[in-house]
DNA sequence: CTGAAGCTATAGCTTACCTCA
DNA sequence: ACTGAGGTAAGCTATAGCTTC
């Protein structure tokens, strides 16, 4: 590529993940969600042409159902969950899983109703677990910061620990691991947080740099118009990067002399704003 | 060995409740 | 007292991985 055809070309910011993911920022229910499966951001700074290119199904039992938590059998005063059984359609997976777990909770059942009644709002079940409406566990600080010393030394758990932290703080296992499943999203919408706006300042920085190269590129472009034609020739050694000013030095002779006068990456390059001063060197 | 079926764990989304300004 | 926003426990569905037959 020569040095005219330099001029007739322009840069090109192109912003996006590497392989075929894509960013997609929607914003629902104020969570932020990003489907990069986790890759790299790939920001590219190029010349024109080389960017490469349930249905929620609810049966309602009662009237008095406020909540979508699911069906509800009504009995007196009380609205009973109904997790299995006649409502098959409900979750089976759920269900069993529940059925599993109620047997194994018997084992902290006692004394997890004696740190509720103390401590948190009780969860109103009854002997055969059957909860009354859907009332908010608030767990307790002790409970929490336990709960989260364990989530800093692993995020999962595998079934014995569950059981072991379960025993350990009165909850039952499903308690656990339901806030270990949320402490999980919490911090992975954090980090996708934290990404958007990274990728935001990757945006902003690059858009500058970009805007800066087109103006290098249009004083280049009048310079060009204002010299005289013999001053116009390529120059045979000297390489000069216009955006750092640093001068290529040529050292590859015959064959570096019949490229341009300076080198612009060939393909969209992964450029990181904040560890490459410049895009073009 | 292969594929279907079942089980389990997890992610993602959603809802409901609680707290607080 | 009321209200809206934010935090969070807990619900459901979808999916992947594993085991069993």
């Known amino acids: 590529m020569g040095f005219d055809d330099l001029y007739n070309t322009s840069l090109v910011l192109g912003l996006g993940f590497s392989s075929s993911s894509t960013v997609d920022t929607t914003k629902s229910n104020n969570k932020v969600k990003i489907n990069s499966n986790s890759e790299l951001p790939s ?4 010349l024109s042409g080389e960017i490469y290119d349930s249905t929620v199904k609810k049966v309602e039992f009662s009237d008095n159902n406020k909540g979508s938590g699911g069906p509800y059998l009504s009995c007196g005063d009380n609205l009973y969950r109904q997790d299995s059984g006649a409502s098959s359609f409900v979750s089976n997976v759920s269900s069993v899983k529940r ?5 194994s909770e018997e084992v902290v059942l006692s004394s997890r109703n004696l740190i509720n009644s103390t ?4 969860t109103d079940e009854d002997d055969d677990g ?12 002790v409970q929490s910061a336990l709960l989260e010393e364990s989530f800093k030394i692993h995020s999962t758990l595998n079934p014995k620990q569950k059981q072991e932290l379960a025993r350990e703080l009165k909850l039952r296992p ?3 691991e339901v806030w270990f499943q949320n402490r999980r999203a919490r911090t992975k919408l954090k980090q996708t947080e934290v990404d958007c706006e990274f990728l935001k300042k990757c945006c902003e920085s690059l858009t500058d740099e ?5 103006k290098e590129l249009q004083e280049l472009k009048a310079l060009k118009l204002a010299q005289p034609l013999y001053m116009q020739l390529p120059a045979a050694t000297l390489t000069m990067c216009p955006s750092c000013e ?4 040529g050292g590859g002779g015959a064959e570096n002399a019949a490229k341009s006068n ?5 393909k969209p390059h992964f450029y990181n704003p904040f560890t490459n001063p410049s895009a073009a060197c």
Not at 246 to 249: D, E, N, Q, S, V
Not at 262 to 266: D, G, I, K, L, N
């Open 174 to 176: 499903r308690q656990v």
């Open 43 to 46: 920001l590219t700074l190029s």
């Open 119 to 122: 401590t948190t709002t009780t």
């Open 210 to 214: 970009n805007r800066r190269l087109q």
């Open 130 to 141: 059957l909860i009354n409406g859907r009332k908010k566990l608030r767990l307790t600080k």
């Open 99 to 103: 059925e599993r777990e109620m047997g």
């Open 262 to 266: 300076f080198t612009v990456a060939p």
């Open 246 to 249: 640093r001068i290529g030095g």
